[in-house]
């Protein structure tokens, strides 16, 4: 079986194909694809063009807040947790399409001139990127923070935040109902709700800080976010 998404583009064009394969008999794990010859071919393949587009896992409607990851897996899982109500939530395909061209490296300052990085519709306010843990912590969070003051460029009065997702395989045994104690997987039926709790409590967490700066006096729109790489 595979899983096919549409990419597509700010004008709601499709421009791209994102397809993974998977194995039902192993929940959790890619599956393993070898070509004619017995090579090992990638579980997950991409057609197209990703460049400013983005896997619309939900309707935009009239959602003010913007819930996107890396990948399907991760951002859908957060969504199906409910952790940020009343948000869409759309799968950026990849970190260089959501954080785009940087001036220097792993300065978190984005190249402004780029044309084909990732930026949100005009009516969101609060855009919410989530961080997972599959990629170099430090180059991640550059790309992020770049992708992030893309946007406040472009929407001064977008509040912009980083969020921690969990690690994919908790992410996995949450949405097949197994929660995580003590190292240990165990079969349980509590793995959405805890999912929910984790990522409720980052939020939350986040929410207070943007809150405090903003008392103090600072932009709200540059609260939750932290220096630039060095």
Not at 79 to 102: C, R
Not at 176 to 201: C, E, F, M, S
Not at 204 to 229: F, I, N, S, T
């Amino acid at each position: 079986p595979c899983l096919v998404a549409a990419i597509q583009d700010p004008a709601g064009r499709v421009r791209g194909v994102h397809r993974t394969w998977f194995d039902p008999a192993q929940p959790g794990r890619k599956a393993e694809i070898f070509g004619p010859d017995g090579a090992t071919l990638p579980a997950k393949l991409m057609r197209g063009s990703a460049k400013g587009g983005a896997i619309r896992l939900t309707p935009l409607g009239e959602a003010e807040t913007l819930v996107m990851g890396e990948g399907i897996e991760t951002t859908f899982s957060v969504a199906v947790a409910g952790a940020f109500p009343g948000a869409a939530f759309w799968a950026g395909a990849s970190l260089g399409n959501m954080g785009g061209k940087q001036v220097g490296r792993q300065t978190g300052v984005p190249d402004l001139e780029d044309p084909e990085a990732f930026v949100p519709p005009p009516q969101i306010k609060r855009l919410v990127f989530l961080q997972d843990g599959d990629s170099d912590p430090r180059a991640t969070r550059a790309k992020l923070e770049a992708g992030l003051r893309r946007a406040q460029h472009f929407i001064p009065e977008l509040v912009a935040q980083i969020v921690a997702a969990l690690e994919h395989d908790q992410l996995v045994f949450a949405m097949i109902g197994v929660r995580i104690d003590k190292g240990q997987p165990q079969r349980r039926h509590l793995g959405l709700h805890h999912l929910a709790r984790v990522q409720q409590q980052r939020v939350g967490h986040l929410d207070a800080r943007v809150e405090r700066q903003h008392k103090r006096g600072r932009q709200v729109a540059r609260c939750a976010l932290q220096q630039p790489a060095q």
